[in-house]
């Protein structure tokens, strides 16, 4: 059973960065599907950013593509999540996500994900 641990979420104002991280309990992140995941305040979680556990590449969601991005440390067992250019649509509870057998066609879909982190709040002022 993967555990996984956010952090790096606070208060900033818009323009700002935010680094996020989320740390592993084991080597997850090497072998599985990898995702960031949020939810705005009232609203369904939804995809970020992630990247598959075959093929690599890094996908995002719209919104952030050319602001927010993916990258990883196997040494450490830790994917981060670095968002620029933050404005108050992206306040929200970031969430980080593994599965060992999530198909490329569902790689945004909430419910391939078997393991979640805690969550981690990013509050964005005007």
């Known amino acids: 059973h993967v555990q996984l641990q956010a952090s790096g979420g606070g208060l900033v104002q818009a323009g700002e960065s935010l680094r996020l991280s989320c740390a592993a309990s084991?080597?997850?992140?090497?072998?599985?599907?990898v995702a960031w995941y949020r939810r705005a305040p009232g609203m369904d979680r939804t995809f970020v950013a992630g990247?598959?556990?075959?093929?690599?590449?890094?996908y995002y969601d719209d919104a952030v593509k050319g602001r927010f991005t993916f990258s990883r440390d196997n040494a450490r067992n830790t994917v981060y999540l670095q968002m620029n250019g933050l404005t108050p649509e992206d306040t929200a509870v970031y969430y980080c996500?593994?599965?060992?057998?999530?198909?490329?066609?569902?790689?945004?879909?909430?419910?391939?994900?078997?393991?979640w982190g805690q969550g981690t709040l990013v509050t964005v002022s005007s």
């Open positions: 084991e080597r997850a992140f090497n072998s599985y599907t």
């Open positions: 990247t598959h556990r075959t093929y690599g590449r890094l």
């Open positions: 996500a593994v599965g060992p057998s999530v198909i490329l066609s569902n790689l945004r879909s909430e419910s391939a994900y078997p393991y």
